[in-house]
Antibody
Framework: EVQLVESGGGLVQPGGSLRLSCAAS????????MHWVRQAPGKGLVWVSR????????SYADSVKGRFTISRDNAKNTLYLQMNSLRAEDTAVYYC???????????WGQGTLVTVSS | EIVLTQSPATLSLSPGERATLSCGAS???????LAWYQQKPGLAPRLLIY???SRATGIPDRFSGSGSGTDFTLTISRLEPEDFAVYYC?????????FGGGTKVEIK
């Protein structure tokens, strides 16, 4: 059974940093692109970032470019999102999602809440 | 960036009725790379439709998608109680992936 379990969310002050993790199981992690998608409270879905299967290529939404870094450890079956210079508008539930046919999201984690507030 | 606009924002229908949800793109979506997701409160989204009209694994045939270019439609032929949720379209024809703002299908 495919499972994606996010962790690392919490309350952080504006300007602070946080690292999210997503532990994957039930599939060959190293064969899939992976994504982060976020959802502000009561709002819609926003794609954040993606990384290819071997970690050599990444892409970001303009809203997080230069502040967030996606990475992965295929030996540990884990996806990461390093978030720096956090802003109030980064407050959201962050989901990791498996990329099916690269840019579709066929499995999602349960999400981890990041709250940026003083 | 391709902007997706979904309408209506809210659709109030009764079980057994037909639901028609629209997704309009600010520019043509290449190769009909348009998907639909369903999200229920407190849960992650679920992939329903991809390539505009192909159903994902395990999706009932009451869900169907159509459209091309800039206009896409998700149709639920007869609403079941479990279908009341929020639906999002997503385009993957450009490198910057984008979602629509969502349509909430609520019980009338």
């Amino acid at each position: 059974e495919v499972q994606l379990v996010e962790s690392g969310g919490g309350l952080v002050q504006p300007g602070g940093s946080l690292r999210l993790s997503c532990a994957a199981s039930g599939f060959t992690f190293s064969s899939y692109w992976m994504h982060w998608v976020r959802q502000a409270p009561g709002k819609g879905l926003v794609w954040v970032s993606r990384i290819n299967s071997d970690g050599s290529s990444t892409s970001y939404a303009d809203s997080v470019k230069g502040r967030f870094t996606i990475s992965r450890d295929n030996a540990k079956n884990t996806l990461y999102l390093q978030m720096n210079s956090l802003r109030a508008e980064d407050t959201a539930v962050y989901y990791c999602a498996r990329g099916w046919l690269v840019h579709l999201f066929d499995y999602w984690g349960q999400g981890t809440l990041v709250t940026v507030s003083s | 960036e391709i902007v997706l606009t979904q309408s209506p924002a809210t659709l109030s229908l009764s079980p057994g009725e037909r639901a028609t949800l629209s997704c309009g793109a600010s520019q043509s979506v290449s190769s009909s790379y348009l998907a639909w997701y369903q999200q229920k409160p407190g849960l992650a989204p679920r992939l329903l439709i991809y390539d505009a009209s192909s159903r994902a694994t395990g999706i009932p045939d009451r869900f169907s998608g159509s459209g091309s270019g800039t206009d896409f439609t998700l149709t639920i032929s007869r609403l079941e109680p479990e279908d009341f949720a929020v639906y999002y379209c997503q385009q993957y024809g450009s490198s910057s992936l984008t979602f629509g703002g969502g349509t909430k299908v609520e019980i009338k």
